[in-house]
């Protein structure tokens, strides 16, 4: 049985564009055309680069929550 989806956001209002994210979970996260990252899908298939991802920007604008009971799975300190 595959883990339940995780909804992956940006707070692109935050977002430095450091490129770590894209770096570190290239196939949840991107840099879009204006340097700030993205999520590459609405949702993803939970994975601990993603956690990394989200606990390792700089100015914590990454969340992601269970898609389905919205509990924050990461960052989470
Ligand atoms: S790690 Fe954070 S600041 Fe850097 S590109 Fe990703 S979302 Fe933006």
Redesign the pocket.
Same mark, same amino acid.
């Given at each position: 049985m595959s883990p339940d989806p995780v909804v992956v956001t =940006?707070d692109r209002t935050?977002?430095? #564009?450091? #490129?770590?994210?894209?770096r570190t979970a290239p196939d949840a996260?991107a840099?879009g055309p204006d340097g700030?990252?993205v999520p590459v899908h609405p949702t993803a298939t939970p994975s601990h680069t993603l956690t990394e991802?989200a606990e390792?920007?700089? =100015?914590e604008?990454?969340a992601v929550h269970h898609a389905t009971t919205g509990e924050l799975l990461a960052p989470i300190w």
């Open positions: =940006v935050r977002c430095i #564009g450091s #490129g770590l994210c894209a996260l840099l700030r990252a991802a390792m920007c700089p =100015v604008a990454i």
